[in-house]
């Protein structure tokens, strides 16, 4: 019988081997935790689609900030849920939102930690769209007003890095011109190609912000395309964005390989609320190992080409890799 030369079997005998041997690793400068903000004090409330996840008052963002932190996770992106909300989502951009106070108080209690504010409206707005509605619509223009508010809003108030979110054409070039006008110089996280999907249920459950009317299909990226998403970064870079944002992550792995392999650039990709969701669920049931799978899942995120990982999972991966 003849056998091959070469028996790839001999570098997988030990755990040992594997380990000197793997290609891809995952660790807790990896990873970006969300975090969702609300009005109140000593406020801690579960989010029932996201077992493990809660909306927090600004008090146990601290706390919480302060235990992801000790744990090695270096940064955490910010979700606000206002007191009120309006048409214009007027609370995104005032010096005293839930959003702008939350990163004063993390930035003078939480020293050393990256502090990311997400930028768009339907969290804020009556009608739960990202951006102005004119009729039916969302109008493009007038929204990137709102943005460049914001953008400065969220800068004074000391966020390291901005992250816009709406997908409106025009968003970073407007927030890189405004915080340039205002003397500041903050890294922007562009969410370059963010898909229409319904990976996001939960997310607008945790954030209170399902559109009251239609859907966001004429602003987010059609799921069935990728070239468009080359595009999409490709204009964001142009305009000034440092890192780009690939969401949601697991049914849009060959995205983040396309975007990495063409632009190497840092790249993000969001492990969204569906995603994380469906692993409670199905460790809930008893039918996979929650631990071996959020940890194939994020590795599998980093191998695809993401340098950072936005994910619900961030403190248990941290805590299954402390050990």
């Not at 000034?240 to 790249?267: C, H, T, W």
């Amino acid at each position: 019988m003849s056998l091959p030369f070469a028996r790839l079997r001999r570098l997988r005998q030990s755990a040992r081997l594997r380990d000197l041997l793997s290609e891809t690793t995952l660790s807790c400068r990896n990873l970006i935790a969300p975090i969702f903000v609300r009005p109140g004090k000593n406020v801690r409330r579960p989010i029932l689609s996201m077992p493990g996840q809660f909306q927090f008052s600004i008090d146990q963002v601290v706390k919480e900030a302060k235990e992801l932190k000790k744990l090695g996770i270096p940064a955490v992106i910010l979700f606000g849920i206002p007191s009120k909300k309006d048409t214009t989502g007027s609370e995104a951009y005032a010096r005293d939102g839930i959003i702008q106070t939350a990163v004063r108080e993390l930035k003078a209690k939480v020293p050393g930690l990256t502090v990311i504010t997400d930028l768009c409206f339907c969290e804020y707005t009556s009608h739960g769209h990202c951006g102005v509605v004119k009729g039916k619509s969302i109008d493009n223009d007038a929204t990137l007003s709102l943005i460049r508010k914001t953008a400065i809003a969220q800068a004074e108030a000391g966020a390291d890095i901005i992250a816009p979110s709406g997908m409106m054409d025009g968003a970073v070039k407007t927030i890189r011109s405004a915080l340039e006008q205002g003397g500041h110089d903050q890294i922007i996280m562009a969410y370059s190609a963010k898909y229409a999907s319904a990976f996001y249920g939960p997310f607008r459950d945790a954030a209170k912000s399902p559109p009251q009317f239609g859907d966001r299909k004429t602003y987010q990226m059609d799921f069935r395309n990728s070239r468009q998403a080359l595009l999409e970064v490709e204009q964001d870079l142009k305009e000034g964005a440092d890192i780009v944002m690939v969401k949601p992550a697991l049914a849009y792995l060959d995205v983040v390989r396309q975007v990495k392999d063409k632009f190497d650039v840092p790249v993000a990709a969001y492990n969204v609320s569906g995603e994380y969701a469906m692993v409670k669920a199905a460790a809930k049931a008893g039918w996979i190992d929650e631990e071996k799978i959020i940890l194939e899942i994020l590795t599998g995120i980093r191998r695809a080409g993401a340098d950072f990982i936005l994910t619900y999972h961030a403190k248990a991966v941290a805590k299954i890799l402390e050990r």
